[in-house]
């Protein structure tokens, strides 16, 4: 099973920037499709960004020229650059394989992100 470790999470006010890290313990990373997810109380995950094996991206319509995904798999290890953040992206994120879960192990424990004055 695949362990995945989220941190760069905090508080930033409105228009602010976080960088969000997540490591991942798994072998055959560089072949899997990798995903940052956000979820808010008393909604479903989403899944807000998409990095493929080929470093193509995909971004949800909510975060699409503010946020940018990233990868390293010679560290196993994705990223993504929050820029211009709203009170809305406020939510625990994740990151996980796309589908999830990455090698059938559980989901990480997210890192928090609060947006407000």
């Known amino acids: 099973q695949g362990q995945l470790v989220e941190s760069g999470g905090g508080w930033v006010q409105p228009g602010g920037h976080l960088r969000l890290v997540c490591e991942a313990s798994v072998s055959g990373f560089r072949l899997y499709a990798m995903g940052w997810y956000r979820q808010t109380p008393g909604k479903e995950r989403e899944v807000v960004a998409t990095?493929?094996?080929?470093?193509?991206?995909n971004y949800g319509d909510s975060v699409k020229g503010r946020f940018t995904i990233s990868r390293d798999n010679a560290a196993n290890t994705i990223y993504l650059e929050m820029n211009s953040l709203k009170p809305d992206d406020t939510a625990i994120y994740y990151c996980?394989?796309?589908?999830?879960?990455?090698?059938?192990?559980?989901w990480g424990q997210g890192t928090q992100v609060i947006v407000s004055q």
């Open positions: 990095i493929f094996s080929t470093g193509m991206t």
């Open positions: 996980n394989s796309v589908p999830p879960p990455i090698s059938g192990g559980p």
